[in-house]
């Protein structure tokens, strides 16, 4: 497919910079045509992994694509996007978007007044149990959601608290379970390895009565990426980490565990990346759907 399909661009090459590369580098319709990165020895690093061009620079890649997946430290990602937009190329930029709403919702006007598509990394929006439950719990009244994002403390230090580092997976899922009004917040930080939080659970109540919890925390001593949610008839769980979903109806005492499909969460990522570019639809999550999120862990953030 070189030289064939969408041109892309990928700055960054950290660890998830390599991973969009890889996939992109190997998806049907998509030309990657090379990688950027202010670290020049690890951009020509990647690219000479992936048979690609490296690039000195964001303009100099910018004058070859179509569009850019943007991959860098999120203090980055205003000026980046906001240069990338101003070209006319369509953007896939990692979560969380940017530091915070206001910013976000500049990038995402830009987006709309120069016609191309902004679609944001949130990865989980594509985990087939997440999908699952999404489809299991239409037409149910929700009463209440207890999500967990748990991990040990990572090796790359990072000046992201939790919040927006793991939470703001789990504040964007809830609001595709529950996009009832949220009427309060509390919440709780603890600062525990790093100046920042490490921990954090937050309680939301909605407008018609449900209970939300979510609880993160990257100091934990095993991984784990759990939702449930309490119907009136049902208990849905999904275990999004081992992508396995089940349900267990009040009237019966054992639970029933249902297949899911096992895809790629990043390569789906990129498929709807491409198919909003070419007009299918538009991306699954939106600039304006992350300034949400990105509101909402504002409050959280606030609460604690």
């Not at 990647?46 to 070859?64: G, I, R």
């Not at 565990?257 to 969460?265: A, F, R």
Request: proline share 5%; aromatic share 6%; glycine share 6%.
């Amino acid at each position: 497919m070189r030289g064939r399909g969408l041109k892309l661009g990928i700055v960054g090459a950290g660890a998830m910079g390599r991973n969009h590369a890889r996939i992109a580098a190997n998806l049907p319709g998509v030309n990657l045509v090379g990688i950027a990165d202010v670290d020049q020895a690890k951009a020509v690093e990647l690219a000479n992994q992936l048979n690609v061009k490296s690039f000195p620079d964001l303009p100099s890649l910018l004058a070859e694509v179509e569009a850019v997946a943007l991959v860098t430290p999120v203090q980055t990602h205003f000026a980046l996007a906001s240069e990338i937009l101003n070209a006319g190329r369509h953007l896939l930029i990692e979560k969380p978007f940017t530091g915070s709403s206001a910013s976000a919702r500049q990038l995402t006007e830009l987006a709309r007044e120069k016609g191309v598509v902004l679609a944001v990394g949130l990865i989980e929006r594509f985990n087939p149990a997440f999908q699952k439950m999404l489809k299991e719990i239409r037409g149910e009244k929700v009463l209440g959601i207890d999500i967990k994002r748990l991990s040990p403390f990572p090796e790359r230090i990072t000046d992201a608290d939790v919040i927006y580092d793991m939470m703001f997976h789990d504040l964007d899922l809830l609001c595709q379970l529950l996009p009832d009004e949220i009427v309060d917040i509390r919440a709780k930080g603890e600062k525990l390895r790093t100046k920042v939080f490490d921990r954090v659970v937050t309680t939301l109540t909605h407008s018609r009565g449900a209970i939300s919890r979510i609880e993160a925390s990257r100091v934990f001593s095993s991984k784990t990426r759990n939702i449930t949610v309490s119907t009136e008839r049902f208990v849905f769980s999904a275990d999004l980490l081992n992508k396995t979903f089940y349900a267990r109806d009040f009237s019966s005492p054992t639970p029933s565990t249902s297949p899911v499909k096992q895809v790629d969460q990043l390569t789906e990522e990129h498929k709807d990346f491409l198919l909003a570019i070419k007009g299918q639809r538009p991306p699954t999550v939106t600039g304006e759907d992350a300034v949400k999120v990105l509101m909402l862990a504002e409050e959280v953030t606030k609460k604690c």
